[in-house]
């Protein structure tokens, strides 16, 4: 083992979904046994496409089925992980507008749409507090 290669971050690599509705809010979700809301999504298999990986994702802890032609690819996004320490996760980052309803299953305990200029008073995954929510707020203001 290298030295580089035991200091290195080690990586989850999800695809992940900035949901959001006709009001313009954003859909966030919290992890049974954890504090922090996050955007929902989940680990990519490796035999799958990230797009696929978050339409799998959506359904099994949404009650959420998408078409991944209807999801649009924003970026990869990399930041501390919210709940393993020591860990980076990088998102596939997928925009997607729904106007459905959601119900958490899976290991989700609790779902929330936030107005986006706002962190919702809620206690944000690094991912989505300093990257995923002032990506777009950024896309709200140039379109403005």
Do not use: C
């Not at 298999?45 to 649009?72: F, N, Y």
């Not at 107005?115 to 990257?131: C, I, M, S, V, Y």
């Amino acid at each position: 083992m290298t030295l580089s290669s035991a200091t290195s971050p080690r990586l989850i690599h999800i695809a992940a979904a900035l949901v959001i509705d006709p009001r313009g809010r954003t859909l966030l979700v919290r992890k049974r046994g954890t504090e922090a809301f996050m955007q929902p999504g989940g680990k990519i298999e490796p035999h799958e496409q990230p797009v696929h990986a978050l339409a799998r994702e959506l359904e099994e802890e949404l009650g959420l089925v998408i078409d991944p032609a209807h999801a649009t690819f924003l970026g990869q996004f990399s930041a501390p992980a919210a709940n393993e320490p020591g860990f980076v996760v990088q998102a596939e980052l997928f925009l997607l507008t729904i106007d459905s309803d959601v119900s958490p299953a899976a290991e989700i305990e609790e779902v929330v749409w936030i107005d986006p200029a706002t962190d919702g008073e809620l206690t944000l995954a690094p991912l989505t507090r300093d990257l995923i929510l002032p990506f777009y707020r950024a896309s709200l203001t140039a379109t403005a």
